[in-house]
């Protein structure tokens, strides 16, 4: 196995597990891939980072408003694949792009069905970031400026198009403990606390590897 | 805020949760209640052990079984509470002693509703330990004795029941990320390395303490 170990943050709205992410990656100084996913991948694969941003993290919509919208089946065929919807095609061209980042080295991978895209390699630590909604509706309106009035359904409605996202994409269930191998209220550790408690996590983990229960 | 900590473990079974509970009990020197739970309650009530014994982690059964059963109302309200089933009545009763051993200072609890029925103290870590079913179903056949070709079915079985028992008597859900403050995969960690990423939890968790994200 190798030394370098790839770590995969889903994350709820809110919660701060991109902060975490990044607080990670910074402690261990190693790449942080978020946002910047979308920049790469466009990069990659010579398409415009507007259609990736579009589609992050966005199952493909229902047949009927993918005719509708005229993206399935895919008329030209201009990304190399046809008779796949356009989510579908931009989502095979992030797992490479994933992929690649993952085998370089040791990174921070936040949300994009990740751990499921990697789940092949022996050397991925998998993490989910929670806490309850009081805190996160604070968070939302501290850091991301998100009227107060609204910002618990935005909380919600982010959350459910992420776990649809990952459903679609994966066959594991977004936001269940089985799912990941750590998990994490943010709200009990804090950022901070949340980068620490993952990287006593992997220490442990190094120690016992491959041991079993 | 009292400098006592309860912890609380759920777990899938398999996952070596009980065993988790017991190292870090040790660890602590803080007592520690999984089985022994049946035999405090009873002491507590006047009631049998073997009344517990056999409502342990199961939710009440339908109305019409109870009914068959001759459970359902309590014809004599033997127990004080009359119009309810029997296993509701014992959750009732097994809530009281949890609620009093915890309120008598640190320990680690398995199962039984625990993170619930504590949810208003705030000096309470509420745990879930999983793994992989193939590293379950090797610990069943070695710790447990499972015969091998049932030891798949009796893992799905006991989980079911304890998420039945769990989903009847909380507004919770068993299993999910957000319902526990910290998820552990035993498989990745051992029992060991999950009672030491425990510990390290709580301190990370005294260090931060009512700060939010």
Redesign the interface.
Known sequence: MSTNVVFTIGR?F???GRQVGKTLAEKLGIPFYDKELIAISARDSGLSEALFSNADEKATSSIFYSLVMGNYPMASGALGVTEMPLNDQLFLIQSKTIKRLASEGSCVIVGRCADYILRDMDNV?NI?V???LK??V??AVRVYEVPENKAEDVCLKADKQRANFYNYYSDRKW????T??????????????CA??II??EK??R??KG???
């Open positions: 709820q809110g919660s701060g630590v989910f929670h806490a309850d805190n996160r604070e968070r936001g269940m403990c089985r990941y191998d750590l998990s994490l209220d943010s709200g009990m550790l804090g950022i901070e606390g620490d408690q006593s996590f442990l983990w120690a016992h041991q079993g229960i």
